[in-house]
């Protein structure tokens, strides 16, 4: 059972273009998790959010953590071809113990 | 500071062998967990060792299984294997909090032909 949904699974996109990730589920977290991963790396973490409400901002990229501690997004501005590569939401909670529970992720495509 | 490091980088196997990973913490990490990576089921956790124990541990059958040194490196083994254990297998390390952010090595390929 995957906690955590991801959406889209899938999106391509131009160079310039905003877009916005989503990362939904029933459960609570204590602290939710955004990796970007190259194929064939390992996910490279890119914010911890871990306050109800809490916004993050990285240069283009905004984080989202709802108030009910279920659910974020993560929110990128004017895309750039670099900007490719699998986008990952993790969750931590006390019920899943030291374990990250991860959605399938969002392929996200740049094209020039 | 150095990364996590994860040797090997690419591994192939044939059904019925076993193998053995190894995954090099951060430096003062205490905690190193273990994911398996697959197309069809994305990131899925398979263990977690602290101080040498194992606080936590994934659905996955008996025949995975790992051990964690004094000095916090960790190995997994995986016995008789399978095609469907093909993938790419993870570790992560942190302190050990359960808020602690982990951090990913670049992860081991096995292919089992």
């Known amino acids: 059972t995957q906690l955590l949904e991801q959406s889209p699974q899938f999106l391509s996109i131009q160079e310039g273009e905003n877009l916005t990730v989503y990362c939904n589920s029933s459960?609570?977290?204590?602290?939710l998790q955004w990796y970007r991963q190259e194929p064939g790396e390992g996910p490279v973490l890119l914010v911890t959010?871990?306050?109800?409400?809490e916004v993050k901002k990285l240069k283009r990229l905004t984080f989202q953590f709802g108030d009910a501690r279920k659910d974020s997004s993560l929110h990128i501005t004017a895309a750039q071809t670099g900007d490719t590569g699998l986008y990952l939401c993790?969750?931590?909670?006390?019920?899943?113990?030291?374990?990250?529970?991860f959605g399938k992720g969002t392929s996200l495509l740049v094209t020039p | 500071k150095a990364g996590v490091t994860q040797t090997p980088r690419y591994l192939i196997k044939t059904r019925g062998q076993q193998v053995t990973l190894s995954c090099s913490p951060i430096?003062?990490?205490?905690?190193v967990s273990w994911y398996q990576q697959t197309p069809g089921q994305g990131l899925q956790f398979l263990f977690e060792?602290?101080?040498?124990?194992?606080?936590n541990k994934g659905n996955f059958p008996g025949r995975f299984s790992g051990r964690q040194f004094s000095n916090s490196r960790s190995e997994m083994n995986v016995s008789t294997l399978e095609l469907g254990d093909s993938a790419l297998y993870l570790c992560a390390s942190s302190s050990g909090e359960i808020t602690d952010t982990q951090y990913f090595g670049p992860g081991t390929r096995l292919t089992v032909l």
């Open positions: 060792y602290f101080s040498e124990t194992q606080r």
């Open positions: 430096s003062g990490h205490r905690s």
């Open positions: 459960s609570v977290f204590s602290s």
């Open positions: 959010v871990v306050t109800g409400g």
């Open positions: 993790a969750g931590a909670s006390a019920n899943s113990g030291y374990a990250l529970n």
